[in-house]
């Protein structure tokens, strides 16, 4: 089991439902255990479970963000 976390920042939350949307779309994707998500720093921290390449997570993870309307700056 991977207990590493992969820490994104993303910008356009302004709010808990924008939160609720971000972390929706993260824990639907393969390879996610666990998301914590906060609107005011703009941090999503996923927890994977270790089932899918990191470089591909990450992919996954950007492509998720930006399909509920968000962008990944970091």
Known sequence: MNTNTIDITVSGMTCN??????????????????VEVD??????????????????????LDEAVESVGYRVVS
């Open 17 to 34: 439902g924008c939160a609720n949307k971000v972390r929706g779309a993260v824990s639907a994707v393969d390879g996610v255990a666990s």
């Open 39 to 60: 609107h005011e720093s703009g941090l999503t921290r996923v927890t994977p479970d270790g089932t899918v390449p990191a470089e591909d997570l990450e992919f996954a």
